[in-house]
């Protein structure tokens, strides 16, 4: 790996996790390095290829962009191609670098791919063209806008919504001429986070993203997502004891990795409700020495991605953890047979908060597609002998993304 592909490897785990990023993943079949940078999360897969390029002024301006774009762009359609379609051939037989473990892939059939170069030592005034080029719509970035756009558009969903709006707005016909991504991105995120529809063709102001990181609502909202981090906390400390094997409980990977998909594909204003639900829950915000959390507790939110969690919260007390996870549990089955329409429930439990004190977080992931008359006789009964949510208060939250 060379400096610019690291550099860009290092940026993706950050915000995808090193779990679903794959630096130089190696094809089985002719054992060569199938791209760049890979990021895997289910359905989604992004194909990234780094170039670093840098031409020498040959006094001609046409030239220099043409050597330049035969060596970085050409080079970088031709690699993104080729792995997609390995990829759709050969998913089953694609390893990371070490070739220690196969990479699993979602079904072709539900898979949604994107494509992106990164070009390292592109000159200003050379043009970064993207688009389809005939198998797929590819975007390009450079050193300068690539992580610009990974910090503010820092997890998966946020990102592939905006290439995904990126793509439906230039294949639609229209047009917009800017001068760096980040601009684009500021129309972006002005508008609610879409692009324009009325119109064919667009000037974009230079340098507008500057002008947009500097307005007050735009300050106020990066105040008001520190919380959110909160939930790429919770993530991190399960990805970690899940890598060293460390996780107490359950041996089952399986589980405990849909879960983690399922959190990590909340988007970033997501993260900051679900942030400040789990944070009230646990009574962060209240006076700990006046004010006291029942025995056990336990909350439904259900987030605007579909997903259903539940949080449970428990005195501090020793060999407490199997118990726990059995009351985490059966409240589980409670909150699908309340909300027989979600699919996919996640479980968290922990400790009522003591500033300076320890925690342990438990965590499970329920798939439940159907839901039977059986199963709704039952734990309704359930519900009624364990007095589980029979009389919930229900309390609904607004958040804004950009604070008035």
Request: contains cysteine; aromatic residues 14%; charged residues 30%.
């Amino acid at each position: 790996m060379n400096i610019s592909e690291k550099i860009v490897s290092d940026i993706c785990k950050n915000s995808f996790l090193s779990f679903w990023s794959f630096p130089n993943p190696i094809r089985t079949d002719d054992n060569k390095e199938l791209t760049d940078i890979l990021i895997v999360n289910d359905p989604y897969v992004i194909i990234i290829s780094v170039k670093a390029i840098n031409i020498k002024h040959s006094g001609n301006r046409e030239v220099d962009i043409q050597r330049w774009q035969n060596k970085a762009i050409e080079k970088s359609y031709k690699q993104i191609y080729g792995a997609e379609r390995a990829i759709l051939n050969f998913h089953k037989d694609i390893l990371t670098f070490d070739k220690k473990y196969s990479i699993k892939f979602p079904d072709p059939d539900k898979m949604k791919v994107y494509r992106i170069g990164i070009s390292f030592g592109r000159r200003e005034d050379f043009p970064l063209p993207f688009g389809n080029q005939g198998k797929g719509f590819i975007h390009f970035f450079d050193q300068q806008s690539f992580p610009i756009l990974l910090k503010e558009l820092d997890t998966i969903t946020d990102f592939v919504d905006y290439l995904d709006a990126k793509e439906k707005f230039f294949n639609s016909g229209k047009n917009a001429y800017f001068k760096s991504e980040e601009d684009l991105l500021a129309i972006y995120l002005h508008r609610g986070r879409k692009f324009p529809e009325n119109i064919d063709e667009t000037m974009i102001q230079e340098n507008i993203w500057e002008k947009l990181i500097q307005r007050d609502e735009f300050c106020d909202r990066k105040i008001q997502e520190k919380e959110s981090y909160i939930w790429d906390g919770i993530i991190e400390v399960f990805f970690r004891d899940m890598s060293q094997e460390q996780l107490l409980l359950t041996n089952d990977f399986y589980e405990v990795e849909q879960a983690l998909r399922a959190m990590s594909k909340e988007s970033r204003f997501n993260r900051m409700s679900l942030s400040k639900i789990f944070l009230d829950f646990i009574g962060y915000y209240e006076d700990i020495i006046y004010y006291k959390k029942p025995e056990v507790e336990s909350r439904i939110v259900q987030s605007k991605s579909g997903v259903v969690y539940v949080f449970l919260l428990d005195k501090h007390r020793e060999n407490n953890r199997e118990i726990r996870s059995n009351k985490l549990k059966l409240r589980c089955f409670a909150a699908k047979n309340m909300f027989k329409e979600d699919k996919k429930i996640v479980r968290i439990a922990t400790e009522q908060y003591i500033k300076g004190g320890g925690y342990s977080f438990d965590l499970y992931y329920m798939y439940l597609p159907e839901w039977s008359e059986e199963a709704i006789k039952f734990f309704d009964q359930m519900q009624k002998d364990l007095s589980y949510f029979t009389n919930p208060n229900i309390n609904k939250k607004h958040f804004e993304e950009y604070p008035k």
